[in-house]
């Protein structure tokens, strides 16, 4: 599986920015995708989940309710709508794959895509 994210770039605070990550493989309808930012000099972290039906979301507390995850089947394809943006969202934001049924640690996926950088300024 190969993952290719995009749509980040430089927004104020409070704005939005919707995030993709288009997968090639025959087996994205089967997998949880997630995404993960790292802050300069900080680890890599979650933000958020979604099972390969969509029927489960898992969102890290600092995002709830600003952030929301989607992913269209058809398209090969998984979303992150990020709205009122801080500053301290700003991150490279990463979409990652696996197989697992549920998973919130960077450990526990195989595939990565290439990250795409996303500023905030207050």
């Known amino acids: 599986v190969q993952l290719q994210a995009s749509g980040g770039g430089l927004v104020q605070a409070g704005g939005s920015l919707r995030l993709s990550c288009a997968a090639s493989?025959?087996?994205?309808?089967?997998?949880?995708m997630g995404w993960f930012r790292q802050a300069p000099g900080k680890e890599r972290v979650f933000v958020v989940a979604?099972?390969?039906?969509?029927?489960?979301?898992y969102y890290a507390d600092s995002v709830k309710g600003r952030f929301t995850i989607s992913r269209d089947n058809a398209k090969n394809t998984v979303y992150l709508q990020m709205n009122s943006l801080k500053p301290e969202d700003t991150a490279v934001y990463y979409c990652?794959?696996?197989?697992?049924?549920?998973?919130?640690?960077?450990?526990?996926?195989?595939?990565w895509g290439q990250g795409t950088q996303v500023t905030v300024s207050s």
């Open positions: 990652a794959a696996d197989g697992r049924t549920v998973a919130v640690r960077a450990h526990e996926y195989d595939y």
């Open positions: 493989g025959r087996t994205f309808r089967r997998l949880l």
């Open positions: 979604v099972s390969w039906s969509a029927g489960s979301t």
